[in-house]
């Protein structure tokens, strides 16, 4: 059976953005800070070109990327990207989770789902034995761990205290053990890995 | 110049204690999970007896003591303790923050000290080059932050998700870029070292 892996980016205060976010600004105003290790430094929303993920962070990204087969985001995080400019970004199959799945784009780029519960079941099966990714946003992730359909949980913690915005865990009131399976730090970034005991 | 620490174990999603925690329950109810790392596995305030830290916690707690020459404590965490039994558990002076430094015990084993700031410089006189550690509680870090004087903070994510409590971070809306200093894991928690950028 594949493996359900939920990981998402928080900074040292628990937001995964900081206020003020939106289409194009995902992380809210100033909250670049928080994705400082996916572009390999700092960087600003306005610049015309990103850097790439280098040392521990790209390790990081090609361990995911080799055993994942699929995976699941949130509709808000689906459109914060600007739906990744109409073309699924990854070379497994995505499914946006959305109260309206009859607005799935006839691409074929996107499968929109609703639910959660769903989303990872239809995963789990185009992954073909491969893990599932669930990247977010928040939202998606406290409804998985909520449902117990995630087995790891990644917390990648950024080195800023941003004082205000979207908390990871706001409103989550289930008590869960956690199994501890490692933890390494980048120069942008630590990475804790974690078994969700269900 | 000595440096003034500050460190705080907390829940992966935030919470420095479960909801009801008070004299004799400072971690609440059902959080005597978050300080597993201290009692070198499960433990229950009921317990007659608790257990040593043991390997990298050990370690941690035994670079902690060497480095430091003075220790600040809130007085909520000072009244959640039961004062340590009216004795100071370390061997360097403990200055305690309160509205009502006139109800310091004449034991002198406590320095009551009203004001964060007045208490992390008394301690800084007091340490003699040595480093201050701040203990916490929470708000006592909070404040700490807000004011600048902590060089340094470790943040200790104890492997559980507790749906509830008192955060860390309640109500601090100040942005603080961290560097990062470290991180290691032990077998019941994951040590996080940031320096402060000021």
């Known amino acids: 059976m594949a493996k359900v892996i939920a990981s998402i980016t928080t900074s040292v205060d628990g937001y995964i953005a900081a206020p003020g976010d939106g289409p194009g600004r995902g992380l809210g105003e100033g ?43 949130g509709r808000s995080t689906y459109e914060a990207a600007r739906h990744w400019g109409e073309r699924n ?48 946003g928040a939202e998606i992730i406290r409804q998985a761990l909520a449902a117990g359909v995630v087995d790891e949980l990644t917390i990648i913690v950024a080195p800023v205290i941003l004082g205000g915005g979207k908390r990871l865990f706001e409103g989550f009131s289930r008590s869960l053990d956690l199994h501890q399976l490692g933890a390494r730090q980048s120069r942008f970034a630590t990475f804790i890995d974690y078994r969700v005991k269900q």
């Open 89 to 136: 970004p990854w070379d497994v199959p995505v499914f946006i989770v959305t109260h309206r799945p009859e607005e799935e784009p006839d691409s074929g780029e996107f499968a929109f789902v609703s639910g959660v519960e769903a989303a990872v079941e239809r995963a789990a099966e185009a992954a073909a034995g491969k893990d599932v990714q669930v990247m977010g």
């Open 31 to 73: 909250g670049e800070r928080l994705h400082n290790w996916v572009f390999g430094g700092p960087w600003r929303y306005e610049d015309d070109a990103r850097g790439e993920p280098s040392g521990e962070d790209a390790v990081w990204f090609a361990e995911v990327v080799s055993r994942i087969g699929a995976v699941v985001s």
